[in-house]
Nanobody, 113 residues
Framework: QVQLVESGGGLVQAGGSLSLSCAASGINFSLSVMKWYRQPPGKQRELVAT???????NYADSVKGRFTISRDNAKNVVYLQMNSLKPEDTAVYYCRRDLGDYWGQGTQVTVSV
């Protein structure tokens, strides 16, 4: 049974930081490309960051220089460190593994002015 469980969301003031985690089970995590998506209120879900099995990363232009995706293959966890948060970063954040189209349940991030 595949499970992706996000945690770490919450309410933070603009300029602050949050760290999200996504714990995976039931998949060969170390070989998986993992992604973070977000869905702002009333908008479509969008890709935020990608990390390959080899650790290569890619980011949406809107978060470059502020967000960092990383992974710990020993713990089967992918992280999203979010710094210099802006109100427009407010969204539900999801982790995903493309192969098999597996999604987590999401974690809410709210950035206040």
């Amino acid at each position: 049974q595949v499970q992706l469980v996000e945690s770490g969301g919450g309410l933070v003031q603009a300029g602050g930081s949050l760290s999200l985690s996504c714990a995976a089970s039931g998949i060969n995590f170390s070989l998986s490309v993992m992604k973070w998506y977000r869905q702002p209120p009333g908008k479509q879900r969008e890709l935020v960051a990608t990390i390959t099995s080899g650790g290569r990363t890619n980011y949406a232009d809107s978060v470059k220089g502020r967000f960092t995706i990383s992974r710990d293959n020993a713990k089967n966890v992918v992280y999203l460190q979010m710094n210099s948060l802006k109100p427009e970063d407010t969204a539900v954040y999801y982790c995903r593994r493309d192969l098999g189209d597996y999604w987590g349940q999401g974690t809410q991030v709210t950035v206040s002015v």
